[in-house]
């Protein structure tokens, strides 16, 4: 079941489409349920497709395409990393298998104390500062070497 807050959130996203374009708002409604919850559970699409009028499979078919919406827990610190052509020459793989070695997790896992999750991303539009990574879907960290990806690291540890 949609929160109050969600609800809320959802209305205001929809004063911007036409009445009977509901549909239009269910990025947003599925971003809004993740960052309340941090990830989005079938239930959930289930309730934001009843919400919006849509069919489930429409919520489901937008919620699997985009690699920014977690379909399972993935920590509190999630890190996406870029591995498409660009990143990739500029070393994307390197920082994968760096990041992994760092938190001793794999790609698409968490770590067992719940506070990382790592995984593989699309194009992030952002070419020319790679290789780089998303934290949480809202913060772009790029050029990313050992040095940065330490840093970075030791930040999230103290929050």
């Not at 001793?104 to 790679?130: Q, S």
Request: with cysteine; glycine share 6%; charged share 25%.
């Amino acid at each position: 079941m949609l929160s109050e807050q969600t609800i809320g959130k959802i209305e205001r996203e929809l004063k911007k489409y036409p009445a009977d374009q509901r549909q239009s708002a269910v990025m947003a409604a599925l971003r809004f349920v993740q960052d309340e919850k941090g990830w989005i559970s079938n239930d959930d699409m289930a309730d934001v497709a009843d919400y919006l009028g849509m069919a489930k499979m429409a919520v489901y078919e937008v919620a699997t395409f985009y690699h920014m919406y977690n379909l399972k827990p993935m920590g509190k610190h999630i890190l996406t990393i870029c591995t498409n052509l660009s990143c990739t020459l500029c070393g994307a793989l390197d920082t994968v298998a760096y990041i992994e070695s760092k938190l001793g997790i794999r790609m698409g896992e968490v770590t067992a104390d719940g506070k990382y999750g790592l995984r593989e991303g699309e194009c992030m539009g952002a070419c020319k500062d790679a290789p780089l990574l998303t934290l949480n879907n809202k913060k772009i960290c790029a050029r990313l070497s050992k040095e940065k990806i330490d840093q970075i690291l030791a930040e999230l540890d103290k929050s």
